[in-house]
Each structure stands twice: as C-alpha cells, then as structure tokens.
T-cell receptor, first 111, second 114 residues
C-alpha cells in the first residue's frame, strides 16, 4: 500500500517567518493530496488540497506544491501568526482507495 | 446539519470491558471510517465502510468490530479493551469512494483503558 512520510516532526518559527512542511509518497497512482490542521484537542480540518494535474495551489498565506516526478509535496505557510500553531498532517489518496496520512508536524509560532 | 457526531467524547474503561463508540452522520455520505490517533503515529485506519451492509478492515483492525446497517451510523466496538487501545478515535466520512473527495472528521472520542 501507500507510504507517506512527513518531515519535520516538530518545527518552531518566529512570528512573521515562513514555515515549510514536506511529505513524500510511494505510490505513483496517488492523485489527491490534502493537508489537515489539528489544533489541540480538536478534530483535523482540511486547510488546502491539490490534485495531481496541478503543480501548485495557493490560498492566502498557505500554498501547496506537488512534484509528481519526485513524489513529494509541500505545505508553505508565509507570514506565520501564533494562531498557525497546530499539528499539520499531509495525506495521499489513490483513486477508489483509502487516505494514507503522514505522522504529523507540530508547528509552534513564537510571538 | 450536525455533520459527523461522535459519542461519547471521553470514556475510561477497565481492561477486559467492552464498549461501543457511536458515529452518526447526516450528510448522506456513502463512505465512513474509523481512525485512531496516537502520538508520533499519525492517523491510522481501523475499519471502513463504502456503504450500508459493507465493511472492510483497515491498517489496524485487531480488537475492533464494526457494522453498517444504515447509511447514517457506523459504530465501533471494542470487544475486550486493552491498555494498548488507549487512544483518540476519530470517525470520518466522505461523499463517495472516488478520488478527490476529502474526508470530514468527527470531534473525536478520548478513550483510556486502565
């Protein structure tokens, strides 16, 4: 089955700096890559997603890039704010199959 | 529209006890699933269902049973609780099994087995 690896496991940045989280996947058939944000004690919630026919997608301060050849995708958060502090999960999905999640990145934005 | 509703939110069990975690959705989603979340291990799939009457095993099914008698409900049963089942459990739904449809999580159930 699919194997999704996520790095780093923890990340601390100063407020206003950028944060980058990277994921790799193993199955070239995967074609949908969502990112979830989970605040402490809350459920994971979708923040952005990208499909395999797109190389980059942006939504205000967050963006996701996808390199299908290298089988990796990344989440970029610019101008970080304290409320961006959370655990972020990447996932990969194969058509007609399950979601496979990365192990999560705990992001801390230092005011 | 409540979305995905899980009960109970918190539960403490003794080793060997059984219990059921309830999951109900009002979005008419065909696909329902259960994940467990443990520190450093992300979200791991326990069981899933692609429609009423159909269930299948995920990555970590041992010690758990599920059933899907209706579209709306997908209960998760712990047959004989063990301390290794201490975890946070999330029910998640999706409109269809097709790709590109993201999943929606319930609020989670915190389970402690002592």
């Amino acid at each position: 089955g699919e194997n999704v690896e996520q790095h780093p496991s923890t990340l601390s940045v100063q407020e206003g700096d950028s944060a980058v989280i990277k994921c790799t996947y193993s199955d070239s058939a995967s074609n949908y890559f969502p990112w979830y944000k989970q605040e402490l004690g809350k459920r994971p919630q979708l923040i952005i997603d990208i499909r395999s026919n797109v190389g980059e997608k942006k939504d205000q301060r967050i963006a996701v890039t996808l390199n299908k050849t290298a089988k990796h995708f990344s989440l970029h958060i610019t101008e970080t704010q304290p409320e961006d502090s959370a655990v972020y999960f990447c996932a990969a999905s194969i058509p007609g199959n399950q979601f496979y999640f990365g192990t999560g990145t705990s992001l801390t934005v230092i005011p | 529209n409540a979305g995905v509703t899980q009960t109970p939110k918190f539960q403490v069990l003794k080793t060997g006890q059984s219990m059921t975690l309830q999951c109900a959705q009002d979005m008419n989603h065909e696909y329902m699933s259960w994940y467990r979340q443990d520190p450093g291990m992300g979200l791991r799939l326990i069981h899933y269902s692609v429609g009423a009457g159909i269930t299948d095993q995920g990555e970590v099914p041992n010690g758990y049973n599920v059933s899907r008698s209706t579209t709306e409900d997908f209960p998760l049963r712990l047959l004989s609780a063990a301390p290794s089942q201490t975890s946070v459990y999330f029910c998640a739904t999706r409109f269809s099994q097709g790709s590109g449809n993201t999943i929606y999580f319930g609020e989670g159930s915190w389970l402690t087995v002592v």
